[in-house]
């Protein structure tokens, strides 16, 4: 299937793709754009056409809207957004919408991966999920006993049968060949679950799990060749916080 195609009728010359193409891809010829080969379906050249001369046949586009300035959120609100964002342990007995869970989805869908490659996954745990959870609680509890003979810190730590999942109704598992592409998704799906009033808990302790134990890792059935980058315990949150806590000051180095 043809990566992009140019409708020549609708084509003006403006070059406008031709400039914002990354692959340099494409080139003017006879006041027309053409394709040659290196293109990565980026789709600045859809975007950003005046013509609307460059179809991607590959793709649904039923969800490609226009955008004008009601596309973008003004600065102070979306900082207040991002500075009031906490990460939630407490959650209610509330199952999250089907409609949410697609929004969310849809955020880590439009992040950014390097050369465009969309090769981030989304395991969300249903059935498999309190199953999970007993085999992560197994493998902490066994690793705690043996590391309080070590550490303090350790010696009351409480890993209850909840330890991991927090209850919480939806956790989606991000998983990528390359951590920062699955990253990049998760911080969108974060932000886009915050605002439809759910919040999120990022378990590091999982993804270690996954990475440690084999059966835990093959129980996920991730895409082969990719790991689980984060674990994302999403649920309405039964905590309420009433202001920004600090922060230590940015490390900012200027050269
Ligand atoms: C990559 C990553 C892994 C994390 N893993 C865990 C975890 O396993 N358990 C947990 O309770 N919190 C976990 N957290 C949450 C952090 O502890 C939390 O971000 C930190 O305490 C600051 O709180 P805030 O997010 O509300 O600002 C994780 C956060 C990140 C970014």
Redesign the pocket.
């Known amino acids: 299937m043809e990566k992009i195609k140019i409708d020549s009728s609708k084509c003006i010359g403006c070059g406008k793709c031709v400039k914002d193409c990354v692959a340099s891809s494409l080139y003017l010829e006879g006041g027309k754009v053409k394709l040659r080969e290196g293109c990565i379906e980026c789709g600045h050249c859809f975007a950003v056409c005046p013509e609307k001369a460059i179809e991607m046949p590959g793709y649904d586009t039923s969800g490609c809207v226009e955008i004008t300035p009601m596309t973008s959120i003004d600065s102070d609100t979306l900082l207040q957004a991002m500075k009031s964002?906490?990460?939630v342990?407490q959650f209610k007995d509330i199952p999250v919408e089907q409609e949410k869970i697609d929004r969310i989805l849809e955020a880590g869908r439009y992040a950014p991966t390097g050369a465009n490659s969309q090769n981030v996954a989304y395991t969300i745990l249903s059935d498999k999920k309190d199953e999970l959870e007993r085999e992560c609680v197994k493998l902490f509890r066994a690793g705690v006993k043996v590391g309080s003979k070590f550490s303090s810190s350790l010696k009351n730590k409480d890993i209850n049968d909840t330890f991991f999942f927090k209850g919480a109704p939806l956790v989606i598992v991000v998983s990528g060949h390359d951590s920062v592409n699955a990253t990049l998704a998760s911080a969108y799906m974060e932000i886009e679950a915050n605002s439809l009033g759910l919040g999120v808990?990022?378990?590091?302790?999982?993804c270690g799990c996954a990475a440690l134990n084999p059966k835990i890792k093959a129980n996920l059935h991730l895409p082969k060749g990719h790991k689980a980058v984060?674990c994302m315990i999403i649920g309405y949150p039964a905590v309420d916080y009433k202001r920004i806590?600090p922060r230590k000051p940015p490390k900012v180095n200027i050269l």
Request: aromatic share 24%; no cysteine.
């Open positions: 964002r906490r990460t342990r808990l990022y378990s590091g302790f999982f984060t806590p």
